[in-house]
């Protein structure tokens, strides 16, 4: 919903990699279950094994010479620091790595989650019931990501300085603790029973990241950012300032280029809570 399509030459150049991709893998591609990343960077697709076990595949593509770094190694690098996450991530089986004129192709096979999504937009537009069990275990995994040592890094310093001044209109704030995030955290990344998917790009970032992601991204829904934070007792506090400030800036940001329109309000809203909370103003 929120991804353009890809444009018909990488559309078909990414299926026919998909499928020789199965083909090296042994795989099976179940038809009519896929999903496009941005602009056709990634495409994967519902599969099953030799055996029958239910199977994600996900083709990653990046010219040869930006095949490499955080985003690339991401989901690798998660698999090595965190596993499946007591069951609440799912767990990498495979990776294989291609090259074909100038494209490289990444290739990683997941244990797949049938359940769906909690919502098809990252915003979420409509109010969810969830059980307390859920967001106990979501505290209790973010918990478990945050205290992860890693050099990966998901938010500079150096941005924080530029931006935050910019687009929330407050010195940026000291940060009190860098944690590790998971950085991405909104409803379309998120499963009950709790999975959290996507890991192309976390890392260190200011305490409290990501429950301010997932508070920025319920704005739409009052009773469901008042249980984020209430959940996540970071937010409002000194602590987390620097985390907040550091996300309503970065959608404010989008916003300004013409997306996330939907939250431009609740951000602005947000933007002058956290002037009054500032220090320095």
Not at 55 to 78: F, I, T, Y
Not at 122 to 139: C, E, G, I, K, R
Not at 218 to 233: C, H, K
């Amino acid at each position: 919903m929120y991804s353009p399509s890809p444009d018909p030459d990488t559309e078909q150049r990414m299926r026919a990699h998909h499928v020789h991709t199965a083909e090296a893998l042994d795989v099976q591609v179940e038809p009519g279950v896929e999903f496009w990343g941005w602009a056709g960077r990634t495409l994967g697709a519902a599969a099953r094994t030799a055996t029958g076990a239910p199977v994600w595949l996900r083709l990653v593509s990046a010219p040869e010479d930006k095949a490499a770094g955080k985003l690339w190694d991401g989901a690798l690098d998660a698999q090595h620091a965190f596993g499946d996450l007591d069951g609440h991530r799912p767990a990498l089986l495979v990776v294989h790595d291609a090259v074909d004129d100038g494209i490289a192709y990444r290739a990683e096979l997941s244990v797949r989650v049938d359940d769906p999504v909690l919502s098809d937009d990252p915003v979420l537009q409509h109010d969810l019931q969830l059980p307390d069990s859920w967001w106990n275990d979501l505290a209790a995994t973010l918990a478990k990501v945050s205290a992860a040592d890693t050099d990966r890094v998901a938010v500079r310093q150096q941005y924080m300085e530029r931006a935050i001044p910019e687009f929330v209109g407050i010195p940026t704030p000291a940060v009190s603790c860098w944690t590790t995030a998971h950085a991405d955290v909104h409803w379309a990344n998120l499963i009950a029973p709790l999975r959290l998917l996507d890991w192309e790009g976390w890392g260190r970032s200011p305490e409290g990241f990501d429950a301010a992601t997932l508070y920025a991204y319920s704005l739409l829904q009052p009773d469901t950012a008042a249980r984020v934070r209430a959940v996540f007792p970071v937010l409002g506090s000194p602590a987390g300032l620097a985390a907040e400030a550091t996300v309503c800036a970065q959608l404010l940001q989008t916003v300004s280029r013409g997306d996330n329109l939907i939250l431009a309000a609740p951000l602005r809203a947000w933007s002058e809570e956290l002037c009054r909370r500032s220090p320095s103003t």
